[in-house]
């Protein structure tokens, strides 16, 4: 278990065993709905999202401002959540999933702040598939970057101020293949 930021990023390496990544990364890929989701700039251009996402759960959790309609869990994402809800001490009720194809799919620096998740929420993500960047820095010390990488099985934890104070990404990288990472949040209503 790797500790950062006073406790507010844990990262518990190899939760899940290999076989167990092999089996979950097959059955996300081909059970969930993917969506290629898409926005307009403000000059009327279209611009997708450089990777597919799904939204389960009892609650929608929307984003980048697009409005999502959650899908029911299913038996498989019930199972992972009631592992993150276990090491969260949390139960969640809303889960987004990214499908990053290759090394060009990414996220942009973000916090995942918004009011529906109340005052410092407790995000459990998981990772399955190829090993990917994931970077942080402090809002208002934007030239420190923390630098980790997350393998198939790792679990993260963040919690406590850590959504208010840091911004996070997962930038593009060339020659990776396909990434799934699952956020698991409880959205208040």
């Known amino acids: 278990m790797e500790v950062y930021y006073n406790g507010c990023l844990v ?15 097959e059955t996300l890929q081909n059970e969930v709905k993917w969506l290629s989701k898409h926005y307009h700039n403000a000059d009327g251009s279209t611009v997708y999202l450089p990777r597919l996402t799904a939204n389960y759960g009892e609650e929608s959790y929307d984003y980048s401002g697009l409005t999502f309609q959650p899908v029911p869990w299913t038996p498989f994402l019930t199972r992972l959540k009631a592992d993150a809800d276990a090491l969260a001490k949390e139960n969640f009720n809303a889960l987004v999933l990214q499908l990053y194809r290759d ?3 990414r996220v942009g620096w973000h916090a995942d702040e918004d009011a529906c998740v ?31 990488t997350l393998q198939a099985g790792d679990v993260v934890l963040m919690q406590g101020t850590l959504q208010h104070a840091y911004l996070h990404k997962v930038p593009s990288e060339e020659e990776k293949s396909a990434r799934i990472n699952l956020t698991f949040r409880k959205v208040i209503t």
Not at 118 to 137: A, D, H, M
Request: aromatic letters at 16%; proline letters at 2%.
């Open 118 to 148: 109340g005052q410092n929420p407790s995000i459990v993500s998981i990772s399955f598939g190829e090993t990917r960047s994931f970077w942080l820095k402090e809002k208002t010390r934007a030239s420190e970057v923390l630098k980790l």
């Open 103 to 105: 090394g060009k799919d």
């Open 11 to 25: 990262i518990f390496r190899t939760f899940y065993d290999a076989l167990f990544c092999e089996h979950a990364f």
